[in-house]
């Protein structure tokens, strides 16, 4: 590839290099407008994030560039042009020509877009061979050079692999490999960070960066995350209801907001260097690890996922367990409420030796979706934890108003008994899931990953609830998560995980603004920053080797 330098300034977006022009750009489905009047322009080599809540018309802007929404029953209004195709106007022919091969798209989930049944190098070349006609050997030859680029090790070996066989930060850069494959002058990537830890994050940003230095190509970001639009673009658009609320350069925008708008969104992003308001003063344990060890597998793959873990929980204060994917803080959570026995040591509620799943322990889950049945009602999936205690037959009565109550109890109302999960948003599905935890009247809530997808709105009310219940209800909860700005926010305490142990654990003020372990530096440097100058300095020195 050939390398073309990005210029640092923002683009005139008037000039006649731009790669993308979109004007008055209007998206109906039946009697919503997704999108109002969107105007906008991408320079060559430019970057520009969409920035906004769940629900602002962002994803559905980035599908209308590639003509995604033809054939759907959506109505597309306005002007759309990108790497001189209109859009609009185009045939089919004309758009499959411009989908992956001039225009590429890289998805939230990679799982979801990628073939579970190939090998990811067949899934690039098929890719490569359909926009080049190359032959089967030179789509495989290209395949593994696309990989290697995005930094996949022994790429050759690995192109035989198949998706579960990846780690999900692997897993996106096989995506953008994919992308990449046929050299394409706009790369759109939706959301593309979501689901991964800070340094995985971190790793995919600086990879985009690099990529776009390199070879000149425009990039439109999609994200809810503030702190990403500042690390990778040189303009933002924020939407709000489908219409543009700002827009302008990151830097102006992030420091001296001009709508009211932006500066609640910004007010919702949590941030890493901002302690946390004194709680209530800690009264007794309430749940205790001793010793903790679980293995997985046979044999030669034996391995501990968490190994000689120990920590007490009292009532009325948050646990924090922070660290990458794969550093145990699932399986730990998963064995404190009893889903998983652990190989050795043990799990004491109220200091009594526990096994198996007890009512004083409660878990909300990360993915609201796949932890309710989507063929029962939310009202009769919160109503499980009472019955299972004996609330049966005459009782339905009394168990129906309970439930009306812990609805109302977590923002939702009594009427929503009858709805199902596909009914609800993220955050309200989120709510659902607390109010399922409550049923149990316990005195812990292991919380995993409760708020990682959704949008810093929606999380930021999460985070309150649960603060909320907490103080009302003395709670304890233990708050696993990836996110260390969120983790600060809430937790009085925090523990560093890495490799299945705990290498650092303390008051979450004295962890954060005196890390010891160099894990936990490397962590908090991984952080996106919401200076754009902060992000540039941070990515120059991920770039410097480590010293000998």
Known sequence: MSLVPVPDAVPDLASATDLVQVTDLTVEFGDLRAVDGLSFALARGGALALVGESGSGKSTVASALLGLHRGTGARVGGAIEVAGTDVRQASDEELRRLRGGRAAMVFQDPLSSLDPYYAIGDQIAEVYRVHTRASRRAARARAVEVLDRVGIPDARRRSRSRPHEFSGGMRQRALIAMALACEPELLIADEPTTALDVTVQAQILDLLHTLREETGMGLLLVTHDVGVAAESAGEVLVMRHGRVVEHGPVGTVLASPAEPYTRELLGAVPRVDAPRAPSQAPG??????????????????????????????????????????????????????????????????????????????????????????????????????????????????????????????????????????HEFSGGQRQRVGIARALAADPRVIVCDEPVSALDVTTQAQVVALLGELQRELGLALVFVAHDLAVVRQVSDRVAVMRRGRIVESGPADEVYDNPRDPYTKALLAAVPALDPQVAASRRAARREPAPA
């Open 284 to 421: 007794e344990a309430v749940l205790e690890a001793k010793g903790l060890r679980r293995e997985f597998g046979r044999g030669k793959q034996r391995f501990a996922a968490v190994d000689d873990v120990s920590l007490t929980v009292h009532r009325g204060e948050t646990l924090g367990v922070v660290g990458e994917s794969g550093s145990g803080k699932t399986t730990l959570g998963r064995m404190l409420v009893g889903l998983l026995e652990p190989t050795s040591g043990e799990v004491l509620h109220d200091g009594h030796a526990r096994v198996g799943v007890r009512p004083a322990v409660q878990m909300v889950f990360q993915d609201p979706v796949s932890s309710l049945n989507p063929r029962r009602s939310v009202g009769e999936s919160i109503a499980d934890p009472l019955r299972a205690r004996g609330m049966r037959g005459r009782d339905e009565r009394r168990i129906r108003e309970r439930v009306t109550e812990l609805l109302e109890r977590v923002g939702l109302e009594g009427a929503h008994y009858d709805r199902y999960p």
